[in-house]
């Protein structure tokens, strides 16, 4: 009789990464990236010593991939890998079959949207407790016209900056992988709203963006398959080019019109 997965010690090893068995495989945690197995793309588990390796399926005559923990119990690595092994045999599908697909590799890593995001908002944050002094400023030396005038131009040019700069620098970072990264597509999982795409390395990795049709185009530079990027459609692209940068433009004009009205309106008080 086999070892039930919840019976299954959870191995823990170098660097904080632990293997641990769910109701749908094995997810090894690194620590950088996460990779989950489903059952369907596991070859064996192999016990040598405090190392455990996993070994994925192969079609026949090629190398099948393999992934490894270190630094684990040995005991523990033995009946992790005995306990597997045992669920394994009992399948009964074709052995000739591609396990790389079934082993998805999520990045931890910030990827350069959500940094990019991260600054911008730092960004407009302090744009917008400028605007919140300069009201309270105005306010304090009795100057109500100008904290009334802060308000629409304030609050216009501070929306335009933040849809400006997103549109413009998302477009230019996407024109850079279009000319310099590398361009697959990625494919709907079984998981809602999950995408996996092959990283040119022979592994397969994934991300979430919604629901946007069962294929979607993407890209990464070479040197770091996880950052991801959702590509636009040509003609969407030209109009999130076109619009952020009018709205980059407009930003600008009102906050620096804005600045010399407020200087103007302290200047005469």
């Not at 090629?62 to 092994?85: K, L, M, S, W, Y």
């Not at 850079?176 to 990625?186: C, D, K, N, P, S």
């Amino acid at each position: 009789m086999s070892t039930p997965l919840s019976a299954l010690p959870v191995l823990r090893g170098r660097d904080g990464a632990a293997l641990f068995a769910e109701d749908a495989g094995l997810v090894l945690d690194l620590a950088d990236e996460q990779v989950t197995f489903t059952a369907d793309g596991l070859g064996r588990i192999r016990a040598e010593g405090r190392t455990v390796l996993i070994e994925l399926r192969a079609k026949a005559g090629t190398t099948p991939q393999v992934h490894r923990i270190d630094d684990v119990d040995p005991e523990a690595a033995v009946r992790f890998a005995d306990g597997i092994n045992a669920i394994l045999a009992r399948r009964t599908d074709d052995d000739d079959v591609d396990g790389a697909p079934f082993a998805v590799i999520r990045s931890l890593r910030p990827t350069w949207r959500k940094r990019f995001l991260g600054r911008l908002r730092r960004g407009v944050l302090g744009y917008f407790l400028v605007l919140v002094a300069l009201c309270v400023v105005a306010g304090a030396l009795g100057e109500g016209d100008l904290v009334v005038m802060t308000i629409p131009f304030g609050g216009l040019s501070w929306l335009a900056l933040w849809f400006g700069v997103y549109g413009v620098v998302r477009s230019r970072r996407e024109r850079w992988l279009l000319e310099h990264g590398v361009t697959v597509t990625a494919t709907r999982a079984t998981t809602r709203g999950a995408y996996v795409y092959p990283d040119g390395t022979g592994a397969y990795r994934g991300f979430r963006h919604g629901e946007a049709g069962p294929s979607v185009p993407v890209a990464f530079p070479p040197g770091d398959p996880g950052d991801v990027l959702v590509l636009s459609p040509p003609f969407t692209h030209l109009v999130n080019t076109l619009t952020g940068a009018v709205l980059l433009f407009c930003g600008v004009a009102l906050a620096l019109l804005h600045a010399v009205l407020a200087v103007l309106f302290l200047a005469d008080g």
